[in-house]
């Protein structure tokens, strides 16, 4: 029988076991948060404004991993809770750029305790340098995965 045949053995299949160190993460930063009344989506967001004010909707949407549209509706969220502001209208172009309040970066602060928590027990169990191997290795996966496929006619 063909190994495609077979499927994917799970427990040595990285791209499986990437996905499941990624659920664990999000569940055990979902339960973290949820205290705060936050959700991971949510502090992504705070997170992204407090290193890079001033992003858009479409800027926060590609860096918290969702779609524009539901950017937009926790964006407004956030504003009518006092969290973030948008001006009226677009300085330039159509992008409004966003800014945490100060309500905005006290919440963050809160919130990336929670996260910083969660971070430590993940990485409890490795050295440094396996940390400092992991961050590589995944660096190198993301690359790979971003480049673009090699046209086969070349």
Known sequence: MSQAAEGVDLETSLGYRLKEAASALRGAMEAALRP??????????????????????????????VTRQSMNVLLQSLERDGYVSRPARAPVGKALPTSLTAAGRESLAQATVAVRAVEKKMLSGLSDQDQATTRRILSTIISSLNEPEADPGA
């Not at 959700?39 to 290193?51: G, P, R």
């Open 36 to 65: 705060l009344g936050m959700t991971v989506t949510h502090y992504s967001c705070l997170e992204l404004l407090s290193q890079r004010p001033g992003l858009s909707n479409s800027d926060l949407a590609r860096g918290t991993f």
